[in-house]
């Protein structure tokens, strides 16, 4: 059973680029949370989605970020106009039930790096 | 808001010791707390976890206690290895109105194990 797939696993991307980062749940799981990671930090919650509806956006950043789940595909987080404090790892976790009691598997995780 | 204070932040120990690592939270309401594990360049993995109606779980070599009144919760990891060097994370899950799951993770401790 693959776990959470994440990619492309390193991305780098100059100031004012545009970057996509990809998260495929574990199979049979329908509740995907994205958290980033700054550098010798722990991880900070942003969105957690379920099929084609984003459920809770209070760690998202206002402007240039937004996140999606599609009926079919992967989630996708995306980032507008990078900028430098952008840079840092960014998880997505799924589970396989709703709220406090669904416990949350980790991806391997996408480093972004802006130049 | 919602804090998770973990202590320490580094911990060095001999082969065969044990580990404590302890965590405070803000929340009363929360009710869900995970350990997670993270290797250099990987995604953080679950390794143990405990709810609120529970005050003491385990597995193997890895323990946790919860103190709900005092708000805290701690893991002990007995018989070190080195294999055991990483990073650990708690989290809370806070209920609140919302319920989503989201996590709210300490700031980590790097365990080093000594042959």
């Known amino acids: 059973n693959a776990g959470v797939m994440q990619n492309p696993r390193h991305l780098v991307r100059r100031r004012g680029q545009e970057a996509r980062l990809r998260c495929s749940p574990m199979?049979?799981?329908?509740?995907v949370y994205w958290y980033r990671q700054l550098p010798e930090e722990g991880l900070k919650f942003m969105v957690y989605l379920q099929k084609e509806n984003i459920i809770d956006e209070s760690g998202m950043p206002k402007e240039r970020f937004s996140a999606e789940f599609p009926k079919e595909g992967p989630s996708i987080l995306r980032i507008q106009q990078v900028v430098r404090g952008d840079s840092a790892a960014y998880f997505c976790a799924s589970s396989p039930n709703y709220g406090e009691m669904g416990t949350q598997y980790f991806g391997p995780g996408t480093r972004l790096t802006v130049l | 808001g919602e804090n998770v204070e973990q202590h320490p932040s580094t911990l060095s120990v001999q082969e065969g010791d044990s580990a404590v690592i302890k965590c405070t939270y803000s929340d009363s309401a929360s009710n869900y707390f995970p350990w997670y594990k993270q290797e250099l360049g990987k995604g953080p993995q679950l390794i143990i976890d405990i709810r609120s109606n529970v005050g003491e779980k385990k597995d193997q070599r890895i323990a946790v206690t919860l103190n709900k009144t005092a708000k805290h919760f701690s893991l002990h990891i007995t018989e070190t290895q080195p294999e055991d060097s990483a990073v650990y994370f708690c989290a809370a899950s806070p209920f609140g109105s919302s319920n989503t799951g989201k996590l709210i993770f300490g700031q980590g401790t790097t365990l080093q194990v000594k042959p």
């Open positions: 199979k049979g799981h329908s509740h």
